[in-house]
């Protein structure tokens, strides 16, 4: 797991419920030594409660918080949501680093897509221009 994008992880569960497998799981593999050498500065912190449900808390490089209800998922699915806006996150800072603003990607995709034009679903199709 790579924690490139992530500066904290919040880990919280019951020892006592079935329901805290997946979070305990999701606790190790962030603590591993391969994805502490991704990113040294990622802070990660486990709260043991007796009740509560259990979830995960991702603070990202941006300051964004997203919260993971963990009860019900697999680790499989809690490391899916969490990398895939890591990536996404980390496409976006190489598309700027390369001089490209994120209003003119989204108005540029809108306007190849047709979603500026007032009918939904009409398909528009832009000529190119040498």
């Given at each position: ?38 990113n ?74 047709g ?16």
């Open positions: 797991m790579q924690l490139k994008q992530i500066s904290r992880i919040l880990v919280q569960f019951s020892p006592y419920t079935g329901q805290a497998r997946s979070a305990r799981e999701f606790l190790a593999r962030v603590t591993s030594a391969p994805a502490q050498a991704s040294p500065e990622c802070q990660v912190q486990a709260r043991v409660r007796v009740k509560g449900d259990p979830y995960v808390e991702i603070e990202y490089g941006n300051k964004q918080v997203a919260r993971i209800d963990t009860g019900k998922l697999t680790v499989a699915q809690i490391l899916e949501q969490v990398q895939s806006r890591a990536e996404e996150m980390d496409t976006m800072q190489k598309l700027k680093e390369a001089g490209f603003g994120t209003s003119q990607l989204e108005s540029g995709w809108q306007q190849a897509l979603k500026e034009t007032p009918s939904i679903g009409a398909v528009q199709f832009v000529s190119r221009q040498a």
